[in-house]
């Protein structure tokens, strides 16, 4: 028999920017309650404080299932990733089902220094935006640091992409506030 563990040792990464839908929730606890040989064979992966970088939802899942504690086999420990090797490991390992809270990337100063793109192949289906009349309501000296940042994707042919981050080089400013800029017409040609 395997040695337990309390459930309360574990703690949920609170900058994991995963959800799932109630349906999705209600489906992974009926199948760690019909068949909990999986969590030994898909444990949780937590990392030497006992965060978890993976496996977030079944932990709520148990947590909503009253558990208490868990075999020791449903935990392993991975104490072997520095701090930009866990960002890219949560995002890797959840790609597959439920949904990024994409907000949370562009909002969260966990994330600030990731670009998701570059673990991540997908781009999230984004409503078409009128540039020319979102772009002249917007206020370039509004108090940005009050506002929640919504995440704008853009995608390009590697060679384009690497010719804008050059010419982004040449502003004493962060990139989305010169693009901002160009957009609005605040910057001279």
Do not use: C
């Not at 019909?34 to 064979?41: L, V």
């Not at 030497?48 to 009253?66: D, F, M, P, V």
């Amino acid at each position: 028999m395997s040695k337990k563990i309390k459930l309360s040792t574990l703690k949920s990464h609170k900058n994991n920017p995963r959800n799932i839908s109630k349906k999705m929730m209600s489906d992974l606890k009926g199948s760690i309650t019909s068949f909990e040989k999986m969590m030994k064979a898909n444990p949780i992966i937590v990392d030497e404080n006992k965060t978890i970088l993976s496996g977030n939802q079944r932990y709520h899942a148990l947590k909503e299932l009253k558990y208490k504690e868990i075999p020791e086999d449903w935990i392993k420990v991975i104490d072997y990733f520095n701090e930009d090797e866990k960002k890219e490991f949560i995002v890797k390992m959840n790609t597959h089902a439920g949904e990024f809270d994409f907000e949370q990337f562009a909002n969260d100063d966990y994330w600030s220094d990731v670009n998701i793109g570059d673990w991540i192949d997908f781009v999230p289906e984004q409503p078409r935006i009128d540039l020319a009349k979102f772009f002249h309501k917007v206020d370039p000296n509004a108090d940005k640091a009050k506002e929640k940042k919504i995440p704008l994707i853009l995608s390009y042919e590697e060679s384009t992409y690497m010719r804008i981050l050059e010419l982004l080089e040449g502003y004493d400013e962060k990139n989305e506030d010169v693009i901002l800029r160009l957009l609005i017409g605040d910057i001279e040609e």
